[in-house]
């Protein structure tokens, strides 16, 4: 090989690796977020509060999960994957029908997502239907919220795509993603209300809203806080990272890798 080529041949196999994810790899579940950089990590069902983030910085929330039939035949109500936040601001990953959900949830509204691709945070609450799970099969996940781009991407067993966001104000009085830093993987968190407060009972933390029946406001049972339940399969990796993954969609880095290729062609 002439030595002119040899940083060429070496830069591109770099960038196929980047692109690949196949042999440059930083975090188990979200390639490019360090797991020693998460602010929670668990590998069994488990809660903590975590120290004040960031709010500008976004959040990323991935996990790792076996899910069983009774998790995925729930139909009144979600089930608890990953969440972080209260009952007035949150974000949280849950079961939904046997799909997984992202969803997030800023202000005392009482709202929640339009339908699984609700992108307008406007009235309070954004969702995005990650896709369909399949029971006794190991699903990795990850949702990152980019406020400060109004950028949502999702991925579920490495399919990977990313959405536009309206209604969500980035900055550290922006779009309340953390609540009261509360996290949970895989079990509940009840919080009673004080007596006399706005909500007036109880609810669950992480994007789930509430429903009180003197309300005018009808509620879709799925989304209602009291019909959550914990998740009955195998954990095997939570994470919360006060950080945003910008892993590129497939298409995209196939794009890339093929542009690369095509330069060592040439060149050779």
Do not use: C
């Not at 579940?29 to 069994?44: E, K, R």
């Not at 009261?180 to 919080?191: A, E, I, K, Q, R």
């Not at 406001?217 to 209602?224: E, K, R, T």
């Amino acid at each position: 090989m002439h030595p002119s080529r040899l940083p060429l041949r070496v830069s591109l196999i770099t960038t196929a690796s980047l692109l690949t994810g196949v042999a440059v790899q930083a975090g188990v579940i979200v390639p490019d977020l360090a797991d020693g950089t998460a602010i929670f990590s668990s590998t069994s069902a488990s809660g903590a509060t975590v120290s004040a983030p960031a709010r500008a910085n976004g959040v990323t929330l991935a996990a790792s999960i076996t899910p069983t039939v009774a998790d995925l035949t729930k139909t009144n109500g979600a089930v608890a994957v990953m969440e972080i936040g209260g009952t007035a601001n949150g974000s949280g990953l849950w079961i939904l029908n046997g799909d997984l959900w992202f969803i997030g949830h800023s202000s005392t509204n009482m709202a929640f997502p339009s339908s699984g691709a609700d992108f307008n945070g406007s009235d309070s609450a954004i969702g995005v239907n990650l896709g369909a799970l399949t029971a006794d099969t190991q699903t990795n996940a990850f949702v990152t919220l980019n406020i400060a781009t109004g950028t949502l991407i999702t991925s579920l067993n490495s399919v990977v795509n990313s959405h536009s966001l309206t209604g969500v104000a980035a900055g550290a009085t922006g779009w309340n993603w953390h609540g009261n830093n509360t996290v949970n993987f895989g079990s509940l968190d009840p919080f009673a209300e004080p007596a006399g407060a706005l909500m007036g009972h109880n609810g669950y933390r992480g994007g789930l809203t509430y429903d009180n029946p003197s309300d005018a406001i009808v509620v879709n049972p799925l989304f209602v806080a009291n019909n959550a339940a914990a998740f009955s399969g195998t954990l095997h990796l939570g994470q919360v990272f006060n950080a945003v993954s910008s892993v590129p969609e497939p298409s995209s880095a196939m794009l890339g890798l093929l542009g690369a290729f095509g330069l060592l062609r040439r060149r050779r």
